[in-house]
C-alpha cells in the first residue's frame, strides 16, 4: 500500500496506540487532542511500540512516518487519506466531532471510529455523507494486538467497509468483519461477559484479583490465543468432535455456574477490587506493567510466529510483506 495521510483525534491510551502502528508503518500521521501534554504522551507511547516492533521484526527496516501534532480536529482531518476517531466513550460527543471531520474531508476519505461499543447507525446520523463511515474497534495496545472489529452503520456502503478492512490488513491486522450491528460488538460481548462473572466471584468472597487472573492466564487463556472457544471445545468432545461434547456437557448450561447479571459496583465492592489490584501489582507502575505486557505479547507472537498459526499466521504474512517492501 502507498504511503498514507492519517488523521487522527483523540491521543488517549488507543489514539496513541493508533498513532503508534501507523508511524511505525510508514504512515504519516497528524493527531489532534487538546491535551497540552500530548507531544510528550505520544512519544512515551510510540517508544515503547518502536523497542516492542524492533523485538518483533527485527529484520525489518521500514521507514517510519511523520508526526504533526495538528491544533484542530479540521486540521488533523484536513489533508488526510484516512481518519481514525478514538474519542471517550460518548455518544453526543462522538457524533458532534464525526460531524466535523465529515465537514472537513473530502468526500472520498474513510471515517473510522474507535468505539467499542456504541452503534455505528447511531454514531453516523449527524454526518453528511454517513456512507463513509465505519467502525473499526481495535484492542489496546493497538500497535501490537492485531484484532479490529470493523463494523459498519445502516448508511455504510460495502465499499467503506472493504477499503477500512484493507487498510488495517495492510498495517498488519487481523480485521473482523461484524456482519451485524449490535451493542458491544463481538469481542466485548465476550469480555464484558467474563468481567461480570469475574466481579461476582470477588463480591462473593470466592476469589482474588489476582486468583481469578490465575485461573485464565495459567489455564484457559494460553489456549485462547491460537484456538478460542469452540474449537477448544470441539477437541474436547475427542474424535467424536463438537456433537459428543454438546451431548457431555450440554445439561451443564442448565446449572447455576455463572451470574450474567453484573454485581451492583457498591462503594465496598470497588474498595474491594481496587484494593486486592493494588496488591496484585506488587508496586510496580503502570510503566513497568505496560514493559512487562509488551514483552509478553512479543514472545508469545513469535513463538505462535514459528508454527504459523493463528496470531503467529499473521505475524508471518506481515513480515513477508515488510520484507518485500523494504528489499534485501
Not at 122 to 146: C, D, I, K, T, W
Not at 173 to 201: C, N, Q, S, T, Y
Not at 221 to 238: I, K, Q, V
Not at 244 to 257: E, R, S
Request: aromatic share 6%.
Amino acid at each position: 500500500m502507498s504511503k498514507q495521510r492519517v488523521g487522527l483525534v483523540g491521543g488517549g491510551v488507543i489514539g496513541a496506540g493508533w498513532a503508534a502502528r501507523f508511524l511505525l508503518e510508514g504512515h504519516d500521521v497528524a493527531l489532534y487532542d487538546p491535551d497540552p501534554e500530548i507531544g510528550r504522551k505520544l512519544e512515551t507511547v510510540v517508544a515503547a511500540a518502536r523497542r516492542a516492533r524492533a523485538q518483533l521484526f527485527p529484520n525489518a527496516a521500514t521507514g517510519e512516518g511523520a508526526l504533526t501534532i495538528a491544533p484542530s480536529i479540521e486540521a488533523a482531518a484536513a489533508d488526510a487519506d484516512f481518519v481514525q476517531e478514538s474519542l471517550p466513550e460518548r455518544e453526543d460527543l462522538k457524533q458532534r466531532v464525526l460531524k466535523a471531520i465529515d465537514g472537513a474531508t473530502r468526500p472520498d476519505v474513510i471515517i473510522a471510529s474507535s468505539t467499542s461499543g456504541l452503534l455505528p447507525t447511531r454514531l453516523q446520523n449527524a454526518m453528511s455523507r454517513p456512507e463513509r463511515f465505519v467502525v473499526g474497534h481495535p484492542f489496546n495496545p493497538v500497535y501490537l494486538l492485531p484484532l479490529v472489529e470493523v463494523c459498519g452503520g445502516a448508511q455504510t456502503a460495502q465499499a467503506t467497509k472493504t477499503a477500512a478492512m484493507a487498510l488495517y490488513r495492510a498495517i498488519g491486522m487481523r480485521p473482523l468483519h461484524v456482519r451485524k450491528e449490535i451493542d458491544g460488538f463481538i469481542a466485548d460481548r465476550l469480555l464484558e461477559a467474563l468481567w461480570r462473572e469475574a466481579l461476582w466471584l470477588v463480591n462473593d468472597g470466592v476469589a482474588t484479583t489476582e486468583e481469578i487472573d490465575d485461573a485464565i492466564r495459567y489455564g484457559a487463556g494460553l489456549r485462547w490465543s491460537f484456538m478460542g472457544t469452540f474449537l477448544t471445545y470441539r477437541m474436547a468432545g475427542g474424535e467424536a468432535g463438537m456433537r459428543h461434547f454438546l451431548a457431555q456437557f450440554g445439561p451443564a448450561l442448565k446449572l447455576p455456574w455463572t451470574k450474567l447479571e453484573a454485581p451492583e459496583l457498591t462503594e465496598a465492592l470497588i474498595d474491594q477490587v481496587a484494593e486486592q489490584s493494588d496488591a496484585q501489582a506488587g508496586g510496580a507502575s503502570i510503566r513497568e506493567l505496560e514493559a512487562r505486557r509488551d514483552a509478553c505479547l512479543v514472545a508469545v507472537l513469535d513463538a505462535l510466529r514459528t508454527q504459523d498459526y493463528a496470531a503467529g499466521a499473521t505475524i508471518a504474512e506481515h513480515e513477508r510483506r515488510i520484507g518485500e517492501r523494504s528489499g534485501p
